[in-house]
């Protein structure tokens, strides 16, 4: 079975801290994503990768950036946490190019104070 | 720049009813469209998508959705929900199916006995 695992389902942080967000996926994917979801908001893109050491900005990345050190991993990193930032991430895979599927970890809720 | 519109945040319905949730988007370009469900406290999973030929497209868990082009719509149905059914569905749209997807803002299915 296809798995997307994030590391922390629930985290507390205070304004200023740097969070790390992480992200593994088994399935040898080269594509990852990172959303934020917020209510009425939908997802917003943050970040994406197409290969190791690629990132490319989303729609929302200020505030924000990551890492692609090996093709499985995929971390988002928040440099000084803002209140703001509370919200839900989720950390997403591209299947097989012709398919479109993505496969969603569950998810990190994180609560900035 | 494409994007996605769902008009309703919420949908009340009773169970065995039949539903409809609506989506439509807008792009310059040919789409490819996705229909993804998140059950409480998971992360999202592919319920359906429509890459190219049939317009009428079936899904998991007994829903189906119709590509309308004319109309720029791709509206989720189920002919009869159950209690089960209740969650988040999110409309999303690509360029191509290896592009990244922009979601709309999700429809909350609250099935009631």
């Known amino acids: 079975d296809v798995k997307v695992t994030q590391s922390s389902r629930y985290l507390v942080k205070r304004t200023g801290e740097k969070v790390f967000l992480e992200c593994v996926q088994d399935?040898?994917?080269?594509?990852m994503f990172w959303y934020r979801q917020d209510p009425g908001l939908g997802l917003r893109l943050i970040y994406f990768?197409?290969?190791?050491?690629?990132?490319e900005k989303g729609d929302i990345p200020e505030g924000y950036s990551v890492s692609r050190e090996k093709k499985e991993r995929f971390s988002l990193i928040l440099e000084s946490a803002s209140t703001n930032q509370t919200s839900m991430y989720l950390c997403?895979?591209?299947?097989?190019?012709?398919?479109?599927?993505?496969?969603f970890g569950e998810g990190s809720r994180l609560t900035v104070l | 720049a494409q994007s996605v519109t769902q008009l309703d945040s919420q949908v009340p319905v009773f169970e065995e009813a039949p539903v409809e949730l609506r989506c439509n988007y807008s792009?310059?370009?040919?789409?490819?469209l996705f229909w993804y469900v998140q059950y409480p406290n998971q992360g999202l999973q592919l319920l359906l998508k429509?890459?190219?030929?049939?317009?009428l497209v079936k899904g998991i868990n007994g829903f189906e959705a119709e590509f309308n082009k004319s109309q720029t719509s791709f509206h989720l149905r189920k002919p009869s929900v159950h209690i089960s059914d209740t969650a988040e569905y999110f409309c999303?749209?690509?360029?191509?199916?290896?592009?990244?997807?922009?979601f709309g803002t999700g429809t909350r299915l609250a099935v009631r006995p």
């Open positions: 997403a895979s591209l299947g097989a190019l012709n398919t479109g599927e993505l496969f």
């Open positions: 399935m040898d994917h080269e594509n």
């Open positions: 990768s197409y290969d190791v050491k690629m990132k």
């Open positions: 792009s310059s370009v040919s789409v490819y």
């Open positions: 429509y890459l190219s030929g049939s317009t």
């Open positions: 999303a749209v690509a360029k191509s199916s290896g592009d990244k997807l922009t």
